[in-house]
């Protein structure tokens, strides 16, 4: 379509030009490696032919199931604890405390290091013996146990990945325009109502960006979980386990779809039900 | 946050024997010595492994819960140099790197535009797709992109790892730019137009310096997407393109976690050259925020 | 549809048209730019190529090191180039499956090797090839006809020998176990001290001290596993296996890596661990210095690291693969890793090597006498998936 407006001529590419690239990118580079995973699942242990075998054992199995309840349990606590602690120091760091400045670039410290050091780095410093215990056993004459359990895993999980989470709120927060705020405080609101009505929805798209992603990173976690999950074993390590050390693929790849779909279903929701909030409180 | 300001207004609310403005004075330095002690422990919380990362890569002997190690050594340096050839290892590292985000952002900008801009079918599924690659453990893709590359020709090629990289980066560009473009207002883009303004004069002095935070912060997470990848590395890479990850893998999976921190710490310093520097340059209203006060 | 539709999808579908053409002629030059992988020597079939790469699966930090030291001179001494790479083999096994064939000599664990062979991944059959490598007579027949069982009829030829032992901390314990069957009656000395690399780990150390604990109390791998699985004396064994793991310190590592580390923080006092690696970080501080070794009098794991070299690769560089198998097995290589490694060579030319060399180890006849290969593949597959159940995990 061209508009002629003065001397500006404008050429529109159609939304199918706009998707075309990464949708073919992702056509050749994702999606038929993704058939051949399919096509591994299906295949039969020792055995030739197709059959659905695989998913029957996962989906029949309460140890499979753990293992996804697990798997969603660490994400979904890693999403929140993100977003419990992206919030409140966003709204801090935006009042431009002293240090403010320091804080801000340590939040994106943990994304400079390799998962792998990072992990290594965590179980240093939680053991029993590590710096962390030392202090609070200092305090409150106790260790506690936080290296291969499962608080320590999502304690692990946040520092690596709630820097994403903090990143965009802190973005939508400082995006808030004062003087909206201000208005509300001169009508009468007190601080927590503005708070509540005022800045905290209008920073939603952020938290809803970076949460997504928190969430995303957290339920694939590999690196982590491998070195510092001790028994607590999550989809993408018992995936790797499968294909790996037990040389079995089908299962594997099996496991790996499985993973996929959750993954989808969980997003999807999660869009339909924000989007759908963002729609009923007026969009900003 | 809240509690906070009820304390406030409690502590002015109950003074009635006290002067208001001393119990104001005291409920703003408890409330400040608290923010202080959160920004201190949250600081420590993210700073600790660091820490724990750089003592190990230049310590020997630290055992049994002691609180440094026996002895200070740079020997695991000197290893990691004779080991690991790190000047190669970072060059390929960063060119792989490099070449990944320039693929990425041309091919997921478009695609971010649209889903900002235009009305899409069953936008919240095609978004779920576009980032299926992150939600499926690379392992399993892995296979079937070993598969193609090797007939292709491009294993053990800067360009084909690159390749592969960008499979896992252009759901970030997307998921980050279609945000960063939704805040974009389209006022502005009009205002330039009824103005007369070129579309490349748009682009350049309009569009580019309201997305530059999201295009800084996309770039950012390509980055260091690209630098911790491994799984699809290992099935790609070859004598030619040994990667720092690959490398640092294998010395933590079948040797020493003394030399990988090592490797790390040598890491860390230009990328928080680099982090400090972009810092600067993310205004942070605008990564997914609009334009203010429009 | 009036014309100015019709000129608008016109346009529309011309300008997709572009953009698509456009994307499709960029993606051919960047494929066309990517180049050819590894480039093929044109000389002729008969010439040995000057390039080859070592794909090191079996290596940790010590060997790794070790390579890059006498790599160089191999170089020299050959006049080739080897590139060096340390890998994986489930990694290896994935590139071969896909048709890479930019492997030349390959290090493999005993599991690599028949994962490999299971895989039905064509490898060359090294003993014909004699006249191409002379030192093949330094290595006696007996390491070269199977490996965990499985007759692997000459493909591999093992590049060095390892040993596993009893690793424990001086400090801790004072008396240290002389035989499985002591170290089962005495377990509660050390309860909770006891380390384990999980068996379903990519290291092997777990699953090969659960099978040197059952060999050690009275479990004979020789039968088929089925044989096995259907005694009643399997079924007992068990019992005392469940039994004895209760003893263990939980979680068990994930790692070498994560064993050593419970070693530093003083959770574990005492495991079975291959003795080169141990002795080597004891001896870079990576470990106490109170750490030392001890060794049953039977049913210990022995294994080897074996060279073999993948069948698809072209002529030429099978020559030059079969002129670093060779430099690799000469005398000079092998005794300079057993001096430097404390590793048992894969030749047997005892006479030639120095006695200084035992030390810190035991000489090769105490070791033959206790020194037991994994024999029954199926057997050590069973507990790699169904270790962790018996650990009670």
Redesign the interface.
Known sequence: MRRMLGRTRVVRLSTVTLLAPALAYLGVFFVYPIFVTLRTSLERTGASGYSFDNYRAILGSGYYWNVIGLTLLLAVATTLASIVVAVPLALVLRTHVRGHRFVRVLVLTPLLILALISALGLLIIWANTGWANKIIASIIGADIQVDYTIKGLIVFYTWLYAPYTILTTLSAVEAIDPAVEEAARVTGATPIQVLRRVTLPLSLRGVRAGSILTFLLAFEAFSIPLIAGGNHRPLAVVVYTEATVFNNFPKGSALAIVMAVIAVVVLVSYQALSTGRQRREGRT | ??GL??AS?GAGASASSESPARMERIAHSTRRLL??T??LA??L?????????LV?AFG??????R?LP??W?LKWFR?AR??ADLPTLMTNSLTIAGLAIAISL???I??A???AK???RAR??????????????P??????????F?G??????H??IA??H??LI?P?V???MS?TF??LDDRVLEAA??C????THTSWYVIRPLVM?GLL?AT??GF?TS??EF?LT??TY???T?T??V???????????????AL?AI??VP??IL??LI?NHIK???????T??I | MTSARKMLRRGRARTSAAALAAAAGILSVMLGIGGSASAEPAGSTHAAATSITFVDTAGGANFQQFFKEIIPQAEKDLGITINYLPSSAPELLQRLQGGQANQDVVLLKPDGLTSLTNAGVPLVYLQARRPKIPNLHLVADADIKSVLGIPTHGVAVPFWRDQFGIIYDKAKIKNPPKSWQDFYNRRNEWAGHIGIIRPDATSGGGRIMLRDFLLGIGLDEKPPFSQIQSSSEWTQDLQKLRTFASAFYKPAAGSATDLFQQFAQGNVWITEYAIDFTLWSRDQGLLPKTVGATFFKSATYGGAAYLAVPGNISVGQKLAAFKFINWLLSLKTQTRMLTEMHEYPGISAWKKMPASAFKDIPTWTTVQAFRTPLENNDLYTWLTQNGMQLLGG
């Not at chain 2, 942070?284 to 609009?290: K, L």
């Open positions: 946050m809240s300001a009820a207004r923010v202080y959160v920004l949250f600081s919380y993210i700073v600790g492994p660091f820490a724990a990362i190990n020997q002997g630290w055992f049994g819960g609180w026996e002895t050594t290893f004779t080991v041309a091919v997921g478009p695609t535009w649209a889903m235009r009305r899409v919240a599924l095609l978004m779920a797709l576009i980032l299926l690659p992150r939600m499926v453990p392992i399993t893709i892995a296979l079937g992109v070993s598969r193609e090797y292709f020709h491009l294993v053990d090629t360009l084909g390749l592969a960008s499979i252009i970030l997307v998921l980050i945000a939704e805040g137009r009824v007369g303004a070129r579309w935070p912060a950012l997470f260091v630098l911790n799984t290992l099935l070859g004598p030619r040994v720092l990850t490398e640092t893998y294998v010395q933590i999976g079948q040797g020493f976690t003394t030399i990988a921190s790390s890491l860390l990328s928080l982090l400090v810092q942070p209203e605008n990564v997914v925020g609009g203010k006060g």
